[in-house]
């Protein structure tokens, strides 16, 4: 039964950041008849479209124009694994980015963040990875501490980050510091942010450590795969149209849920016998997606 929980964590762990996909956009706005694959078309896209900045449709199910490249260095970050092209964002998280790592700087053993995967440049579905992370709107934060800002590219494809988890995410490890709680409960705190997702143990772990306002832990939520790294999901920036925001979490500091899904993988229920078998999700195409992404990926 351990061997059985493992491995469906590690199976999460493999979709990461495929977190509560928000609805499926109208039909009335996609490209009803363009069945090629998505997620090809927008991974091949080297640089962002010129035009002006806008996220359109969801999360998981979307894409960007007018990104902007998170430059690979700053004062108090480093982009890592460059070769996946996944430093482009909408304006709004690039400032967000910016603003979180001076926070970190100020934490003893932190220079910055070493910032994971945010979005293709055209966002659009990964070819790898992720099934959010479309609109420009989601960033991924490394669990390792950074303690030097000047890695070259070739450090940045070896170096690896650390799993803040043990017993399959129900709790955290000896790596877990207080640095960790006070860099996402900045991140959580800022009103720019929709949702940050945890493993489990993690958000327990913040739950009976929270002191005075506890209002930020109602944004972090927990979800499979994320000990490596924290996810940040922006809210849709203002007058963006287009942009499909998911809905707010439930009411209060989602504790007792996190609690739930920590029963969960030391208790799990036993398997049902009757249970059909999953079905394999579908690749998205040109028609899944709102009609603005054609123009965004054929604009020159």
Not at 293 to 299: E, K, M, S, T
């Amino acid at each position: 039964m351990v061997r059985f929980i493992i491995a469906a964590v590690l199976m999460a762990g493999l979709t990461a950041c495929q977190a509560e996909d928000p609805p499926a956009v109208s039909l009335a706005t996609q490209n009803v008849s363009d069945t090629r694959v998505a997620k090809t078309l927008f991974g091949a896209a080297p640089v962002s479209s010129p035009q002006p900045p806008q996220p359109f449709g969801g999360y998981a199910r979307g894409c960007q124009a007018g990104a902007q490249q998170l430059p690979e260095t700053g004062p108090t970050w480093q982009a890592m694994r460059l070769s996946r092209n996944r430093n482009w964002a909408q304006p709004k998280t690039i400032e967000y980015v910016r603003d979180l790592s001076r926070f970190a700087a100020t934490q003893p053993g932190w220079e910055g963040l070493y910032v994971g995967d945010m979005s293709q440049p055209r966002g659009g579905p990964m070819l790898t990875g992720h099934r959010s992370h479309q609109t420009g709107l989601d960033v991924d934060i490394w669990m390792l501490p950074p303690d030097r800002l000047d890695l070259t590219v070739q450090e940045r494809e070896n170096l690896s980050s650390i799993s803040m988890r043990r017993s399959a995410g129900a709790f955290t490890n000896n790596r877990w510091t207080p640095q960790h709680e006070a860099i996402i409960r900045a991140a959580a705190s800022d009103p720019r942010t929709a949702r940050i997702f945890v493993f489990p143990g993690a958000k327990v772990a913040m739950c009976n450590s929270a002191t005075g306002d506890r209002s930020w832990l109602n944004k972090v939520r927990p979800w499979w795969g994320h000990h490596y790294h924290f996810h940040v999901r922006l809210n849709c920036p203002e007058g963006s149209v287009g942009c499909t925001n998911q809905a707010p979490p439930p009411p209060g500091d989602g504790c007792a849920e996190a609690q739930g899904w920590v029963d969960r993988i030391l208790n799990p229920p036993p398997p049902d016998p009757d249970a059909p078998p999953p079905t394999p999700r579908a690749e998205l195409t040109m028609a899944n997606l709102p009609g603005q992404c054609l123009n965004v990926l054929n604009a020159e």
